[in-house]
């Protein structure tokens, strides 16, 4: 008696085997391979004698794929129908096992034409729903066409139009759904590289620059970086009247910035009061009077909270026609909110202060890079009776030696609360990004030494205006924005008056950069309001301002990193640059090291068992530079001759002075003053720590 056959189901594959036994609701089956198993009646959907099982599953398939799913489509009922009894119809006789195979294995695998409905069981797709279907499929094949050509584009060093127009989202926020991720992550898959390599490679990116600011763009300026949606209109006739309305100050005022700052927010003066005293003044841009809380430009400001700088480039917080209204330029009179300290007969000490909304003459802006060499220490003393006065040809050198007095005299009595001097050896590094005739690009960086005397002055008078007018609020009892301090603890912003213990002063509110942080902004609308006696536009339990700080804090740190970032990349540029790869460098700790030349950090692991202290110099070799990864190798080569106290250049004192991983110099919270016009001025020309800049720290150091 021959043997009888079945194809079954399992496991949602069909099978066939020889029957062993029959239990009835259940069959012994034995595959071609010899395994035996149980299979229930329910599941078995042929018996057959012939051909072999492994015959009719081959002969099936093939035939399966022979016939044509719109025609089968079209012949099937529109009903539910069993495949048994629609291949007697679509066959027009009894089928044999393989044909009523192969139409079995055609029904059940075209899901998209067919819907299973039970064993055996199928109902057509609706016509309309099996167009869609097919569009969908469609576009899917030619989705995955599309994929493979891009992925091997990438691969072989080209970048489609589509990719080119992503990349950068592509980087940051990709959509793994979206066929420009997906032929990306192909060709990773290729080339075995990370996607930021593979678009470098493929030039979707001029070069690793573009694709550190496209990244950053895309993350925080995904609608760009311009203004054209919120355009400042001219000064109406009240606001303009109100302007010229405000007082205008006797004092003939002055800035101190760098060279490419077009952001002013600061100008200083010194007066000779009726009674013989000196009165100084510290007069910061006043936009607070004509940007009010919820406006166009306001909201603007909140978005984006601060200026943005990086070597070579900016954006700023507000638009070019607010910056222009109220910058502090030379030959201008401008509103602002000026701080009057006077002195006591030493010229040292600050008797006593007060805030007034006004309008100022500026009678010149000083760039310190173009002073810095004439007003040194010595220049600033008295000169003796008789002796040439080596800034004769400065109008403002009895300003500036007033000025100097009293900056020695804050610092002074700054560390005495302190409890501690301050270090005097820290550098900033100002970056100049420049280009040749041709176009070509090239970076200069210039060391500052954070203790020359006009970087000094503007540190200790904006000190003095935060810490004064954080006092103001308190007394008047304001809310405002503070920086503040606990010994041995991180810098945190606070809505309450409390010691700020880095800097020394019972009390610190930023106030004076206005044009380029948010949170100056806000606390310059209070003190307005406090000098004028109106009502503020933030009250004691304003939540407004709590949120004003998370939004600043997350934002401003973001800002710091593309920074560091951008100032890396310029290092390594300016490695590149150099005839030779040898340089000096200067331990900073452990096996963390610092170009004496540049802020460029790098880790030799081979430093901690020479056991070097902090300061040593040495020379090593940098090579293998990495502009995408901000990555550079060093090797000890010998040591340097030992520097002198005057040209030292790291400080390595302050405790509360961390180093990034890199990329990254050191954390510090940064100066007040001198970055007002340098790394906190024009990007052009940025010091290290610039988005940092106008924090904390005064020049030497926190």
């Not at 399992?10 to 066939?16: P, R």
């Not at 020889?18 to 959907?45: C, I, P, Y």
């Not at 009895?398 to 002074?412: D, F, K, P, Y």
């Amino acid at each position: 008696m021959a043997s009888t056959h079945v194809l079954f189901e399992e496991d949602g594959a069909f099978k066939a085997g020889t029957v062993l036994a029959d239990a009835g609701a259940s069959l012994q089956v034995e595959a071609a391979s010899g395994k035996r198993t149980k299979v229930k009646t329910s599941m078995v959907f042929l018996r057959f004698p012939a051909p072999s099982p492994v015959e009719l599953l081959e002969q099936a398939h093939r035939a399966a794929e022979g016939i044509d799913l719109d025609f089968l489509w079209e012949c099937a009922p529109q009903d539910e129908f069993d495949f048994a009894g629609f291949a007697d119809d679509y066959y027009g006789h009894p089928p044999t096992p393989v044909e009523a195979a192969s139409l079995l294995f055609r029904l059940h695998g075209a899901p998209v034409y067919f819907y299973r409905k039970g064993r055996g069981r199928y109902r057509p797709a609706p016509p309309e729903t099996l167009r869609a279907a097919l569009a969908a499929l469609e576009r899917k094949k030619e989705q995955a066409a599309r994929v493979e050509t891009w992925a091997q584009a990438l691969a072989d060093g080209e970048s489609p139009d589509e990719i080119r127009r992503e990349a950068a989202r592509l980087l940051v926020r990709p959509d793994k759904n979206a066929v420009e991720w997906k032929a990306l992550d192909r060709a990773c898959a290729i080339t075995r590289s990370p996607p930021a390599r593979v678009l470098l490679s493929a030039g979707a990116f001029a070069d690793a620059r573009a694709l550190h600011m496209g990244c950053f763009l895309a993350e925080q300026f995904p609608q760009g970086t311009g203004f054209g949606r919120i355009e400042p209109a001219p000064l109406d006739e009240t606001l303009a009247a109100r302007l010229a309305g405000l007082p205008l100050s006797e004092a003939e005022t002055f800035s101190i910035d760098d060279s490419t700052t077009t952001e002013i927010d600061d100008c200083l003066s010194v007066q000779r009061r009726p009674d013989g005293g000196l009165r100084i003044g510290v007069h910061i841009a006043a936009p607070g009077i004509a940007i009010a809380p919820g406006d166009a430009l306001d909201q603007l400001a909140r978005e984006r909270m601060s200026t943005v700088y990086m070597p070579g480039d900016k954006i700023t917080m507000l638009p070019d026609l607010p910056i222009e209204r109220f910058s502090l330029e030379a030959g201008r009179e401008l509103p602002a909110l000026s701080l009057y300290a006077d002195l006591d007969e030493t010229g040292r000490i600050v008797s006593s202060t007060h805030t007034r909304v006004e309008r100022i003459r500026v009678a010149a802006n000083l760039r310190h890079d173009r002073l810095d060499d004439l007003v040194s220490e010595e220049a600033l003393a008295e000169p003796a009776p008789g002796a040439a006065d080596p800034l004769a040809a400065l109008p403002q050198a009895g300003a500036l030696r007033v000025l100097w007095r009293l900056t020695l005299g804050l610092s002074e009595g700054r560390d005495r609360m302190r409890g501690k001097p301050e270090g005097r050896n820290r550098v900033d590094f100002s970056f100049y990004v420049e280009h040749d005739a041709e176009g070509v690009e090239s970076v200069r960086i210039v060391q500052r030494r954070r203790d020359a005397p006009l970087d000094r002055i503007v540190a200790e008078m904006m000190i003095l205006a935060n810490s004064a007018w954080g006092g103001l609020l308190a007394d008047h009892r304001v809310p405002g924005i503070y920086r503040t301090q606990a010994p041995g603890a991180r810098v945190r912003m606070t809505t309450h008056a409390q010691p700020h213990q880095g800097l020394g002063v019972a009390q610190y509110g930023w106030a004076t950069s206005p044009l380029r942080r948010y949170v100056d902004l806000v606390n310059q609308r209070q003190l307005i309001a406090v000098a004028g006696g109106t009502t503020p536009p933030y009250s004691g339990n304003d939540a407004d301002l709590y949120a004003v700080i998370q939004s600043f804090e997350a934002l401003y740190a973001s800002y710091a990193e593309f920074q560091q970032r951008m100032e890396r990349y310029w290092c390594l540029r300016w490695v590149e640059q150099q005839p030779s790869r040898r340089f000096e460098a200067v331990v900073v700790r452990d096996e963390l090291v610092r170009m004496a030349g540049a802020p460029l950090y790098v880790r030799m692991p081979e430093l901690p068992a020479m056991q070097l202290a902090p300061g040593r110099r040495i020379v090593v070799d940098l090579s293998e530079t990495d502009l995408l990864e901000l990555s550079v190798s060093a090797r000890f080569i010998e040591f340097a001759p030992e520097a002198s106290e005057e040209t030292e250049l790291v400080e390595l004192e302050d405790p509360m002075d961390g180093v990034d991983e890199v990329p990254g110099p050191p954390e510090a919270e940064q100066a007040s003053g001198p970055s007002e016009g340098a790394a906190d001025g024009d990007a052009a020309a940025q010091g290290t720590g610039g988005a940092g800049a106008a924090d904390d720290a005064p020049a030497g150091g926190a």
